[in-house]
């Protein structure tokens, strides 16, 4: 304890090393994956024979680890995506054992690394070139790159067949624009092929080709609850895997090919399931309470031998480890253990999964938009019990707004509870993990019910708890998570004290205009509709259209290379206060800041250091943390 009195402690936190997207070699004796001990993100490879760590990369891949790595088809070259200071439009690299790299794609827009075929003779990947996302595939020997697919909606999940003859992907060519099908086509693009899984306006994707090539794992929701299932290309028949119970999505078949690997949700946590496609039984992974984790994008290459699978485990106060799980003997070895630096784990601050009930109508008076009471549904949340007494309360809506908080290590919560706040995270209707209705429940109400869920949860929180001081109440949040924070303070501003918002959204027909085209479509279009279809919705329901209602102190963060989310969003609100009187400054209305050589925020030691501190200079300053 005294090396930490000694010692800045968010700088501590900060460099905590961190490895990102680790991705299994084609012979399955190595793992490539993003590591920071160094203090910067480099490109790491485990021998898993000798448990040794080797960096071959040295500056040449981004300082931000948020796109995945691959492999090339003989494992003796690393593909990477390369782009400018966070703005994610990636090119696509190599790089070798000996450190030389060099570019394979070079597209305006966006790209992303979708498959190599196994022949070594294409890499597929997916690119915003031409304004939508599609299907590209670049030839290794001849450097051609030819267009795939030409689809209005944006295009996922590519993957090649193990005879690199037939690429699989999902789109959306109805017109439910909730719906997305699994496609086949040639592997030049021709024959493409709708498979016609599951019902329109459901949505199924594939998940990867089972190693004779004659059979799909696919993910579909038809029956509300993502189920995996199998898909004869003979028969176009679907063999369902488990019983529904829970959300569960397909991650990948084993060499054998009788066994798959799938992802179960379960109130706040994921667990892998085994099943053997013989019998159709599954049996879920002996593990330690917490989270369990596969790449949640890129490559789903996790097998090390025939019935041994690596995988990320977490807990609340368990920093992120690589296991290996061996299938046959139901136990687990780790291939990278956490490092902790200084602290003790009993430092960090554990977490409890509790549910209430909620109508999207909280108590507290609707400044912005008055809503009359919704479906009344059970919201889950996550409580960190920050220590004090009296204690402060800072809620940390997810971002997405389709994702979910999970009882895993949470490095921006461990910071805010170190500072004093006890913090309450909230998977309000709208979130995963709870099946097709619950995400629709979103769908033409960004703004409504799970914006009330959200002040729900706090009222609920300062009620269950007569500890939390109901003056020191505090709303912090990115991305979606951002647009909730600008959102929560302009709704409900008797209930905060001060707020955070970081990247998010402000003026919605200004986030439709310029963010990304897939975005566009399939975040934007998809829950609201276009602007020109509904204007009136659109001005509604944007944070700047309501600023006369904030009454809390208000920091603004922003990257200034931010595609996703703009940084015109923070601009046009920041212009908004400033225009209508509104004093801008470390003792004024509201504070703003935009953060240089970053985008959609950063994983990068220094970029996470610098927000830290974002943080704490304005909450010390605004809030009475004594």
């Known amino acids: 304890m005294s090396s930490l009195e000694e010692s800045d402690v968010l700088q501590e936190l900060a460099e905590l090393p961190t490895f990102h997207h680790p991705v299994v070699a084609p012979d399955q004796s190595r793992v490539a994956l993003y590591y920071d001990i160094t203090g910067r993100n480099e490109v790491h490879v485990l021998d898993l024979e000798t448990n040794t760590l080797e960096q071959w990369s040295d500056g040449e891949v981004p300082r931000n680890a948020r796109w995945f790595v691959s492999w090339d088809a003989d494992g003796e070259r690393v593909l990477f995506h390369l782009d400018e200071d966070g703005n994610e439009q990636n090119d696509i690299w190599w790089l070798d054992e000996a450190g030389n790299a060099a570019p394979l794609v070079q597209f ?20 915003s070139r031409d304004g939508q996302m599609n299907v590209f595939r670049y030839a290794f020997e001849t450097e051609e790159i030819k267009k795939l697919t030409d689809h209005d909606r944006a295009v996922y999940a590519t993957t090649a067949s193990p005879n690199g003859e037939l690429i699989a992907y999902s789109t959306n060519e109805t017109d439910d624009y909730d719906n997305r099908d699994v496609y086949v086509a040639n592997i030049d693009g021709s024959n493409q092929r709708n498979l016609d899984i599951g019902e329109v306006g459901a949505e199924a994707i594939p998940n990867g080709w089972s190693p004779d090539g004659d059979r799909l794992l696919i993910t579909d929701n038809t029956d509300d609850l993502a189920r995996a299932g199998i898909y004869d290309l003979e028969t176009a028949e679907v063999t369902w895997l488990g019983d529904g119970a829970f959300e569960e999505g397909g991650v990948a078949f084993l060499p054998d090919g009788e ?23 599954g049996r879920e992974f002996e593990l330690p309470d917490g989270v369990a984790m596969f790449n949640p994008m890129g490559p789903s290459n996790i097998a090390v031998a025939d019935d041994e699978v690596i995988l990320q485990f977490t807990a609340p106060t368990r920093r992120t480890e690589l296991w290996r799980y061996d299938l046959s003997e139901d136990n687990y070895e780790p291939l990278i253990e956490a490092e902790y630096g200084p602290f003790d784990r009993a430092f960090f601050t554990d977490a409890t999964y509790f549910t209430f009930t909620s109508d999207g109508v909280p108590t507290t008076r609707q400044a912005a938009v008055e809503h009359e009471p919704y479906k009344e549904l059970d919201i889950g949340a996550i409580f960190f019990d920050g220590g004090q007494r009296p204690s402060p309360l800072l809620v940390n809506p997810h971002g997405g707004p389709r994702a979910r908080d999970t009882l895993r290590f949470n490095l921006y919560t461990q910071v805010l509870t170190s500072l004093g706040f006890s913090v309450l995270q909230v998977n309000y209707r709208g979130s995963s993990g709870r ?75 200004d986030m439709f205009e310029h963010t990304m085209p897939h975005f566009r479509t399939e975040l934007m279009q998809k829950y609201l509709g276009t602007p020109e279809e509904n204007p009136e919705l659109y001005a509604e329901r944007s944070p700047a259209s309501h600023i006369e209602h904030l009454a809390a102190p208000l920091l603004i963060v922003h990257g200034i290379n931010d595609r996703r989310v703009p940084v015109s969003q923070a601009r046009i609100f920041r212009d908004a206060l400033s225009a209508a009187g509104f004093e801008e400054g470390p003792d004024g209305d509201f504070e703003y800041e935009e953060l240089g050589k970053e985008g959609h925020a950063s994983t990068d030691q220094a970029q996470k250091l610098r927000m830290f501190q974002t943080l704490e200079e304005f909450l010390n300053r605004r809030v009475d943390l004594s």
Request: aromatic residues 12%; contains cysteine; proline residues 2%.
């Open 108 to 127: 305006d827009g966006q790209c992303v690394i979708a498959d190599v075929t196994n022949d070594g003779a294409y890499l597929l990947f997916g690119s």
């Open 435 to 509: 099946g097709r209705s619950f995400v629709e429940e979103l769908i033409g109400d960004w703004g409504g019910a799970e914006q009330g869920d959200v002040a729900t949860a706090v009222e609920h929180v300062l009620d269950r708890y007569d500890w939390l001081d109901e003056d020191r109440v505090v709303v912090f949040g990115g991305s979606y998570g951002g647009y909730s924070a600008f959102w929560q303070l302009v709704q409900y501003p008797e209930l905060y004290d001060a707020g955070v918002a970081w990247i998010g959204l402000t003026d919605l027909t």
């Open 259 to 281: 066994t798959v690997i799938t992802s179960r949700s379960r109130d706040a946590s994921a667990v892998p399931v085994a099943y053997d496609l013989e019998t159709g039984e």
